[in-house]
Nanobody, 125 residues
Framework: VQLQASGGGLVQAGGSLTLSCAAS????????VAWFRRAPGKEREFVGA????????LYEDSLKGRFILSRDNAKNTVSLQMNSLKPEDTAVYYC???????????????????WGQGTKVTVSS
């Protein structure tokens, strides 16, 4: 399975951007897809994760209310809608997937089986 992240770009503070993570093939139904990000000079950070049917999503506490995850299994895609963007949201965003049915360890990058190549988001002040 290959993941392709897209949708990054340059946006002004306060604006919105939607990232997309497309899978190369239909993954098993019991999977969790997450987004991580890495800002310049910082460690990789968990952003959020959504379960296989899209009905349950978890977010990093600081991002709740601004970032929204959704998925369309018919199109093998997971989207990350980012609103009210701030300069500190500037980072390379990565999507990742793991074969799992529970959220234990979802913030641990080592738990993920597949990774996309990353898409860069720059928020100007």
């Amino acid at each position: 399975v290959q993941l392709q992240a897209s949708g990054g770009g340059l946006v002004q503070a306060g604006g919105s951007l939607t990232l997309s993570c497309a899978a190369s093939e239909r993954t098993v139904t019991n999977n969790i897809v997450a987004w991580f990000r890495r800002a310049p000079g910082k460690e990789r950070e968990f952003v959020g994760a959504v379960n296989w049917n899209g009905k349950t999503a978890l977010y990093e506490d600081s991002l709740k209310g601004r970032f929204i995850l959704s998925r369309d299994n018919a199109k093998n895609t997971v989207s990350l809608q980012m609103n009210s963007l701030k300069p500190e949201d500037t980072a390379v965003y990565y999507c990742a997937a793991m074969i799992a049915t529970d959220y234990s360890g979802i913030r641990n990058p080592d738990r993920y089986d597949y990774w996309g190549q990353g898409t860069k988001v720059t928020v100007s002040s």
